[in-house]
């Protein structure tokens, strides 16, 4: 989305706390971004969190993430969004 990220994620041996997560990843995005040339704030400085219970959530949510372009009307078929990422399978 042009305005907004959706990232699903799921911790691994408790290296890492999604704050901390968040915070590294809002850094290299940065990084990468001033490496190219684009030296704006495009980051606010908090984030919302929501704890996917289920499958049925879980499911629930990518479709809806997966919606967001064709609700917003820039594109007809989610399958046609250029940024359209991957989900791969979160379970242990």
Same mark, same amino acid.
């Given at each position: 989305?042009?305005?907004?990220?959706?990232?699903?994620?799921?911790?691994?041996?408790? +290296?890492?706390?999604?704050?901390?997560?968040?915070?590294?990843?809002?850094?290299?995005?940065? &990084? %990468?971004?001033?490496?190219?040339?684009?030296? %704006?704030?495009?980051?606010?400085? /908090?984030?919302?969190?929501?704890?996917?219970?289920?499958? %049925?959530?879980? %499911? /629930? +949510?990518?479709?809806?993430?997966?919606?967001?372009?064709?609700?917003?009307?820039?594109?007809?078929?989610?399958?046609?969004?250029?940024?359209?990422?991957?989900?791969?399978?979160? &379970?242990?």
């Amino acid at each position: 989305m042009p305005d907004h990220i959706h990232f699903f994620c799921a911790q691994r041996n408790d +290296k890492k706390n999604l704050p901390a997560f968040i915070r590294d990843f809002k850094r290299w995005t940065t &990084s %990468e971004l001033k490496r190219q040339g684009i030296d %704006e704030k495009i980051w606010q400085n /908090e984030f919302f969190d929501h704890l996917l219970r289920n499958d %049925e959530s879980y %499911e /629930e +949510k990518w479709i809806y993430t997966k919606m967001n372009p064709v609700r917003k009307g820039l594109c007809d078929n989610p399958d046609d969004w250029p940024y359209q990422g991957e989900c791969d399978n979160l &379970s242990p």
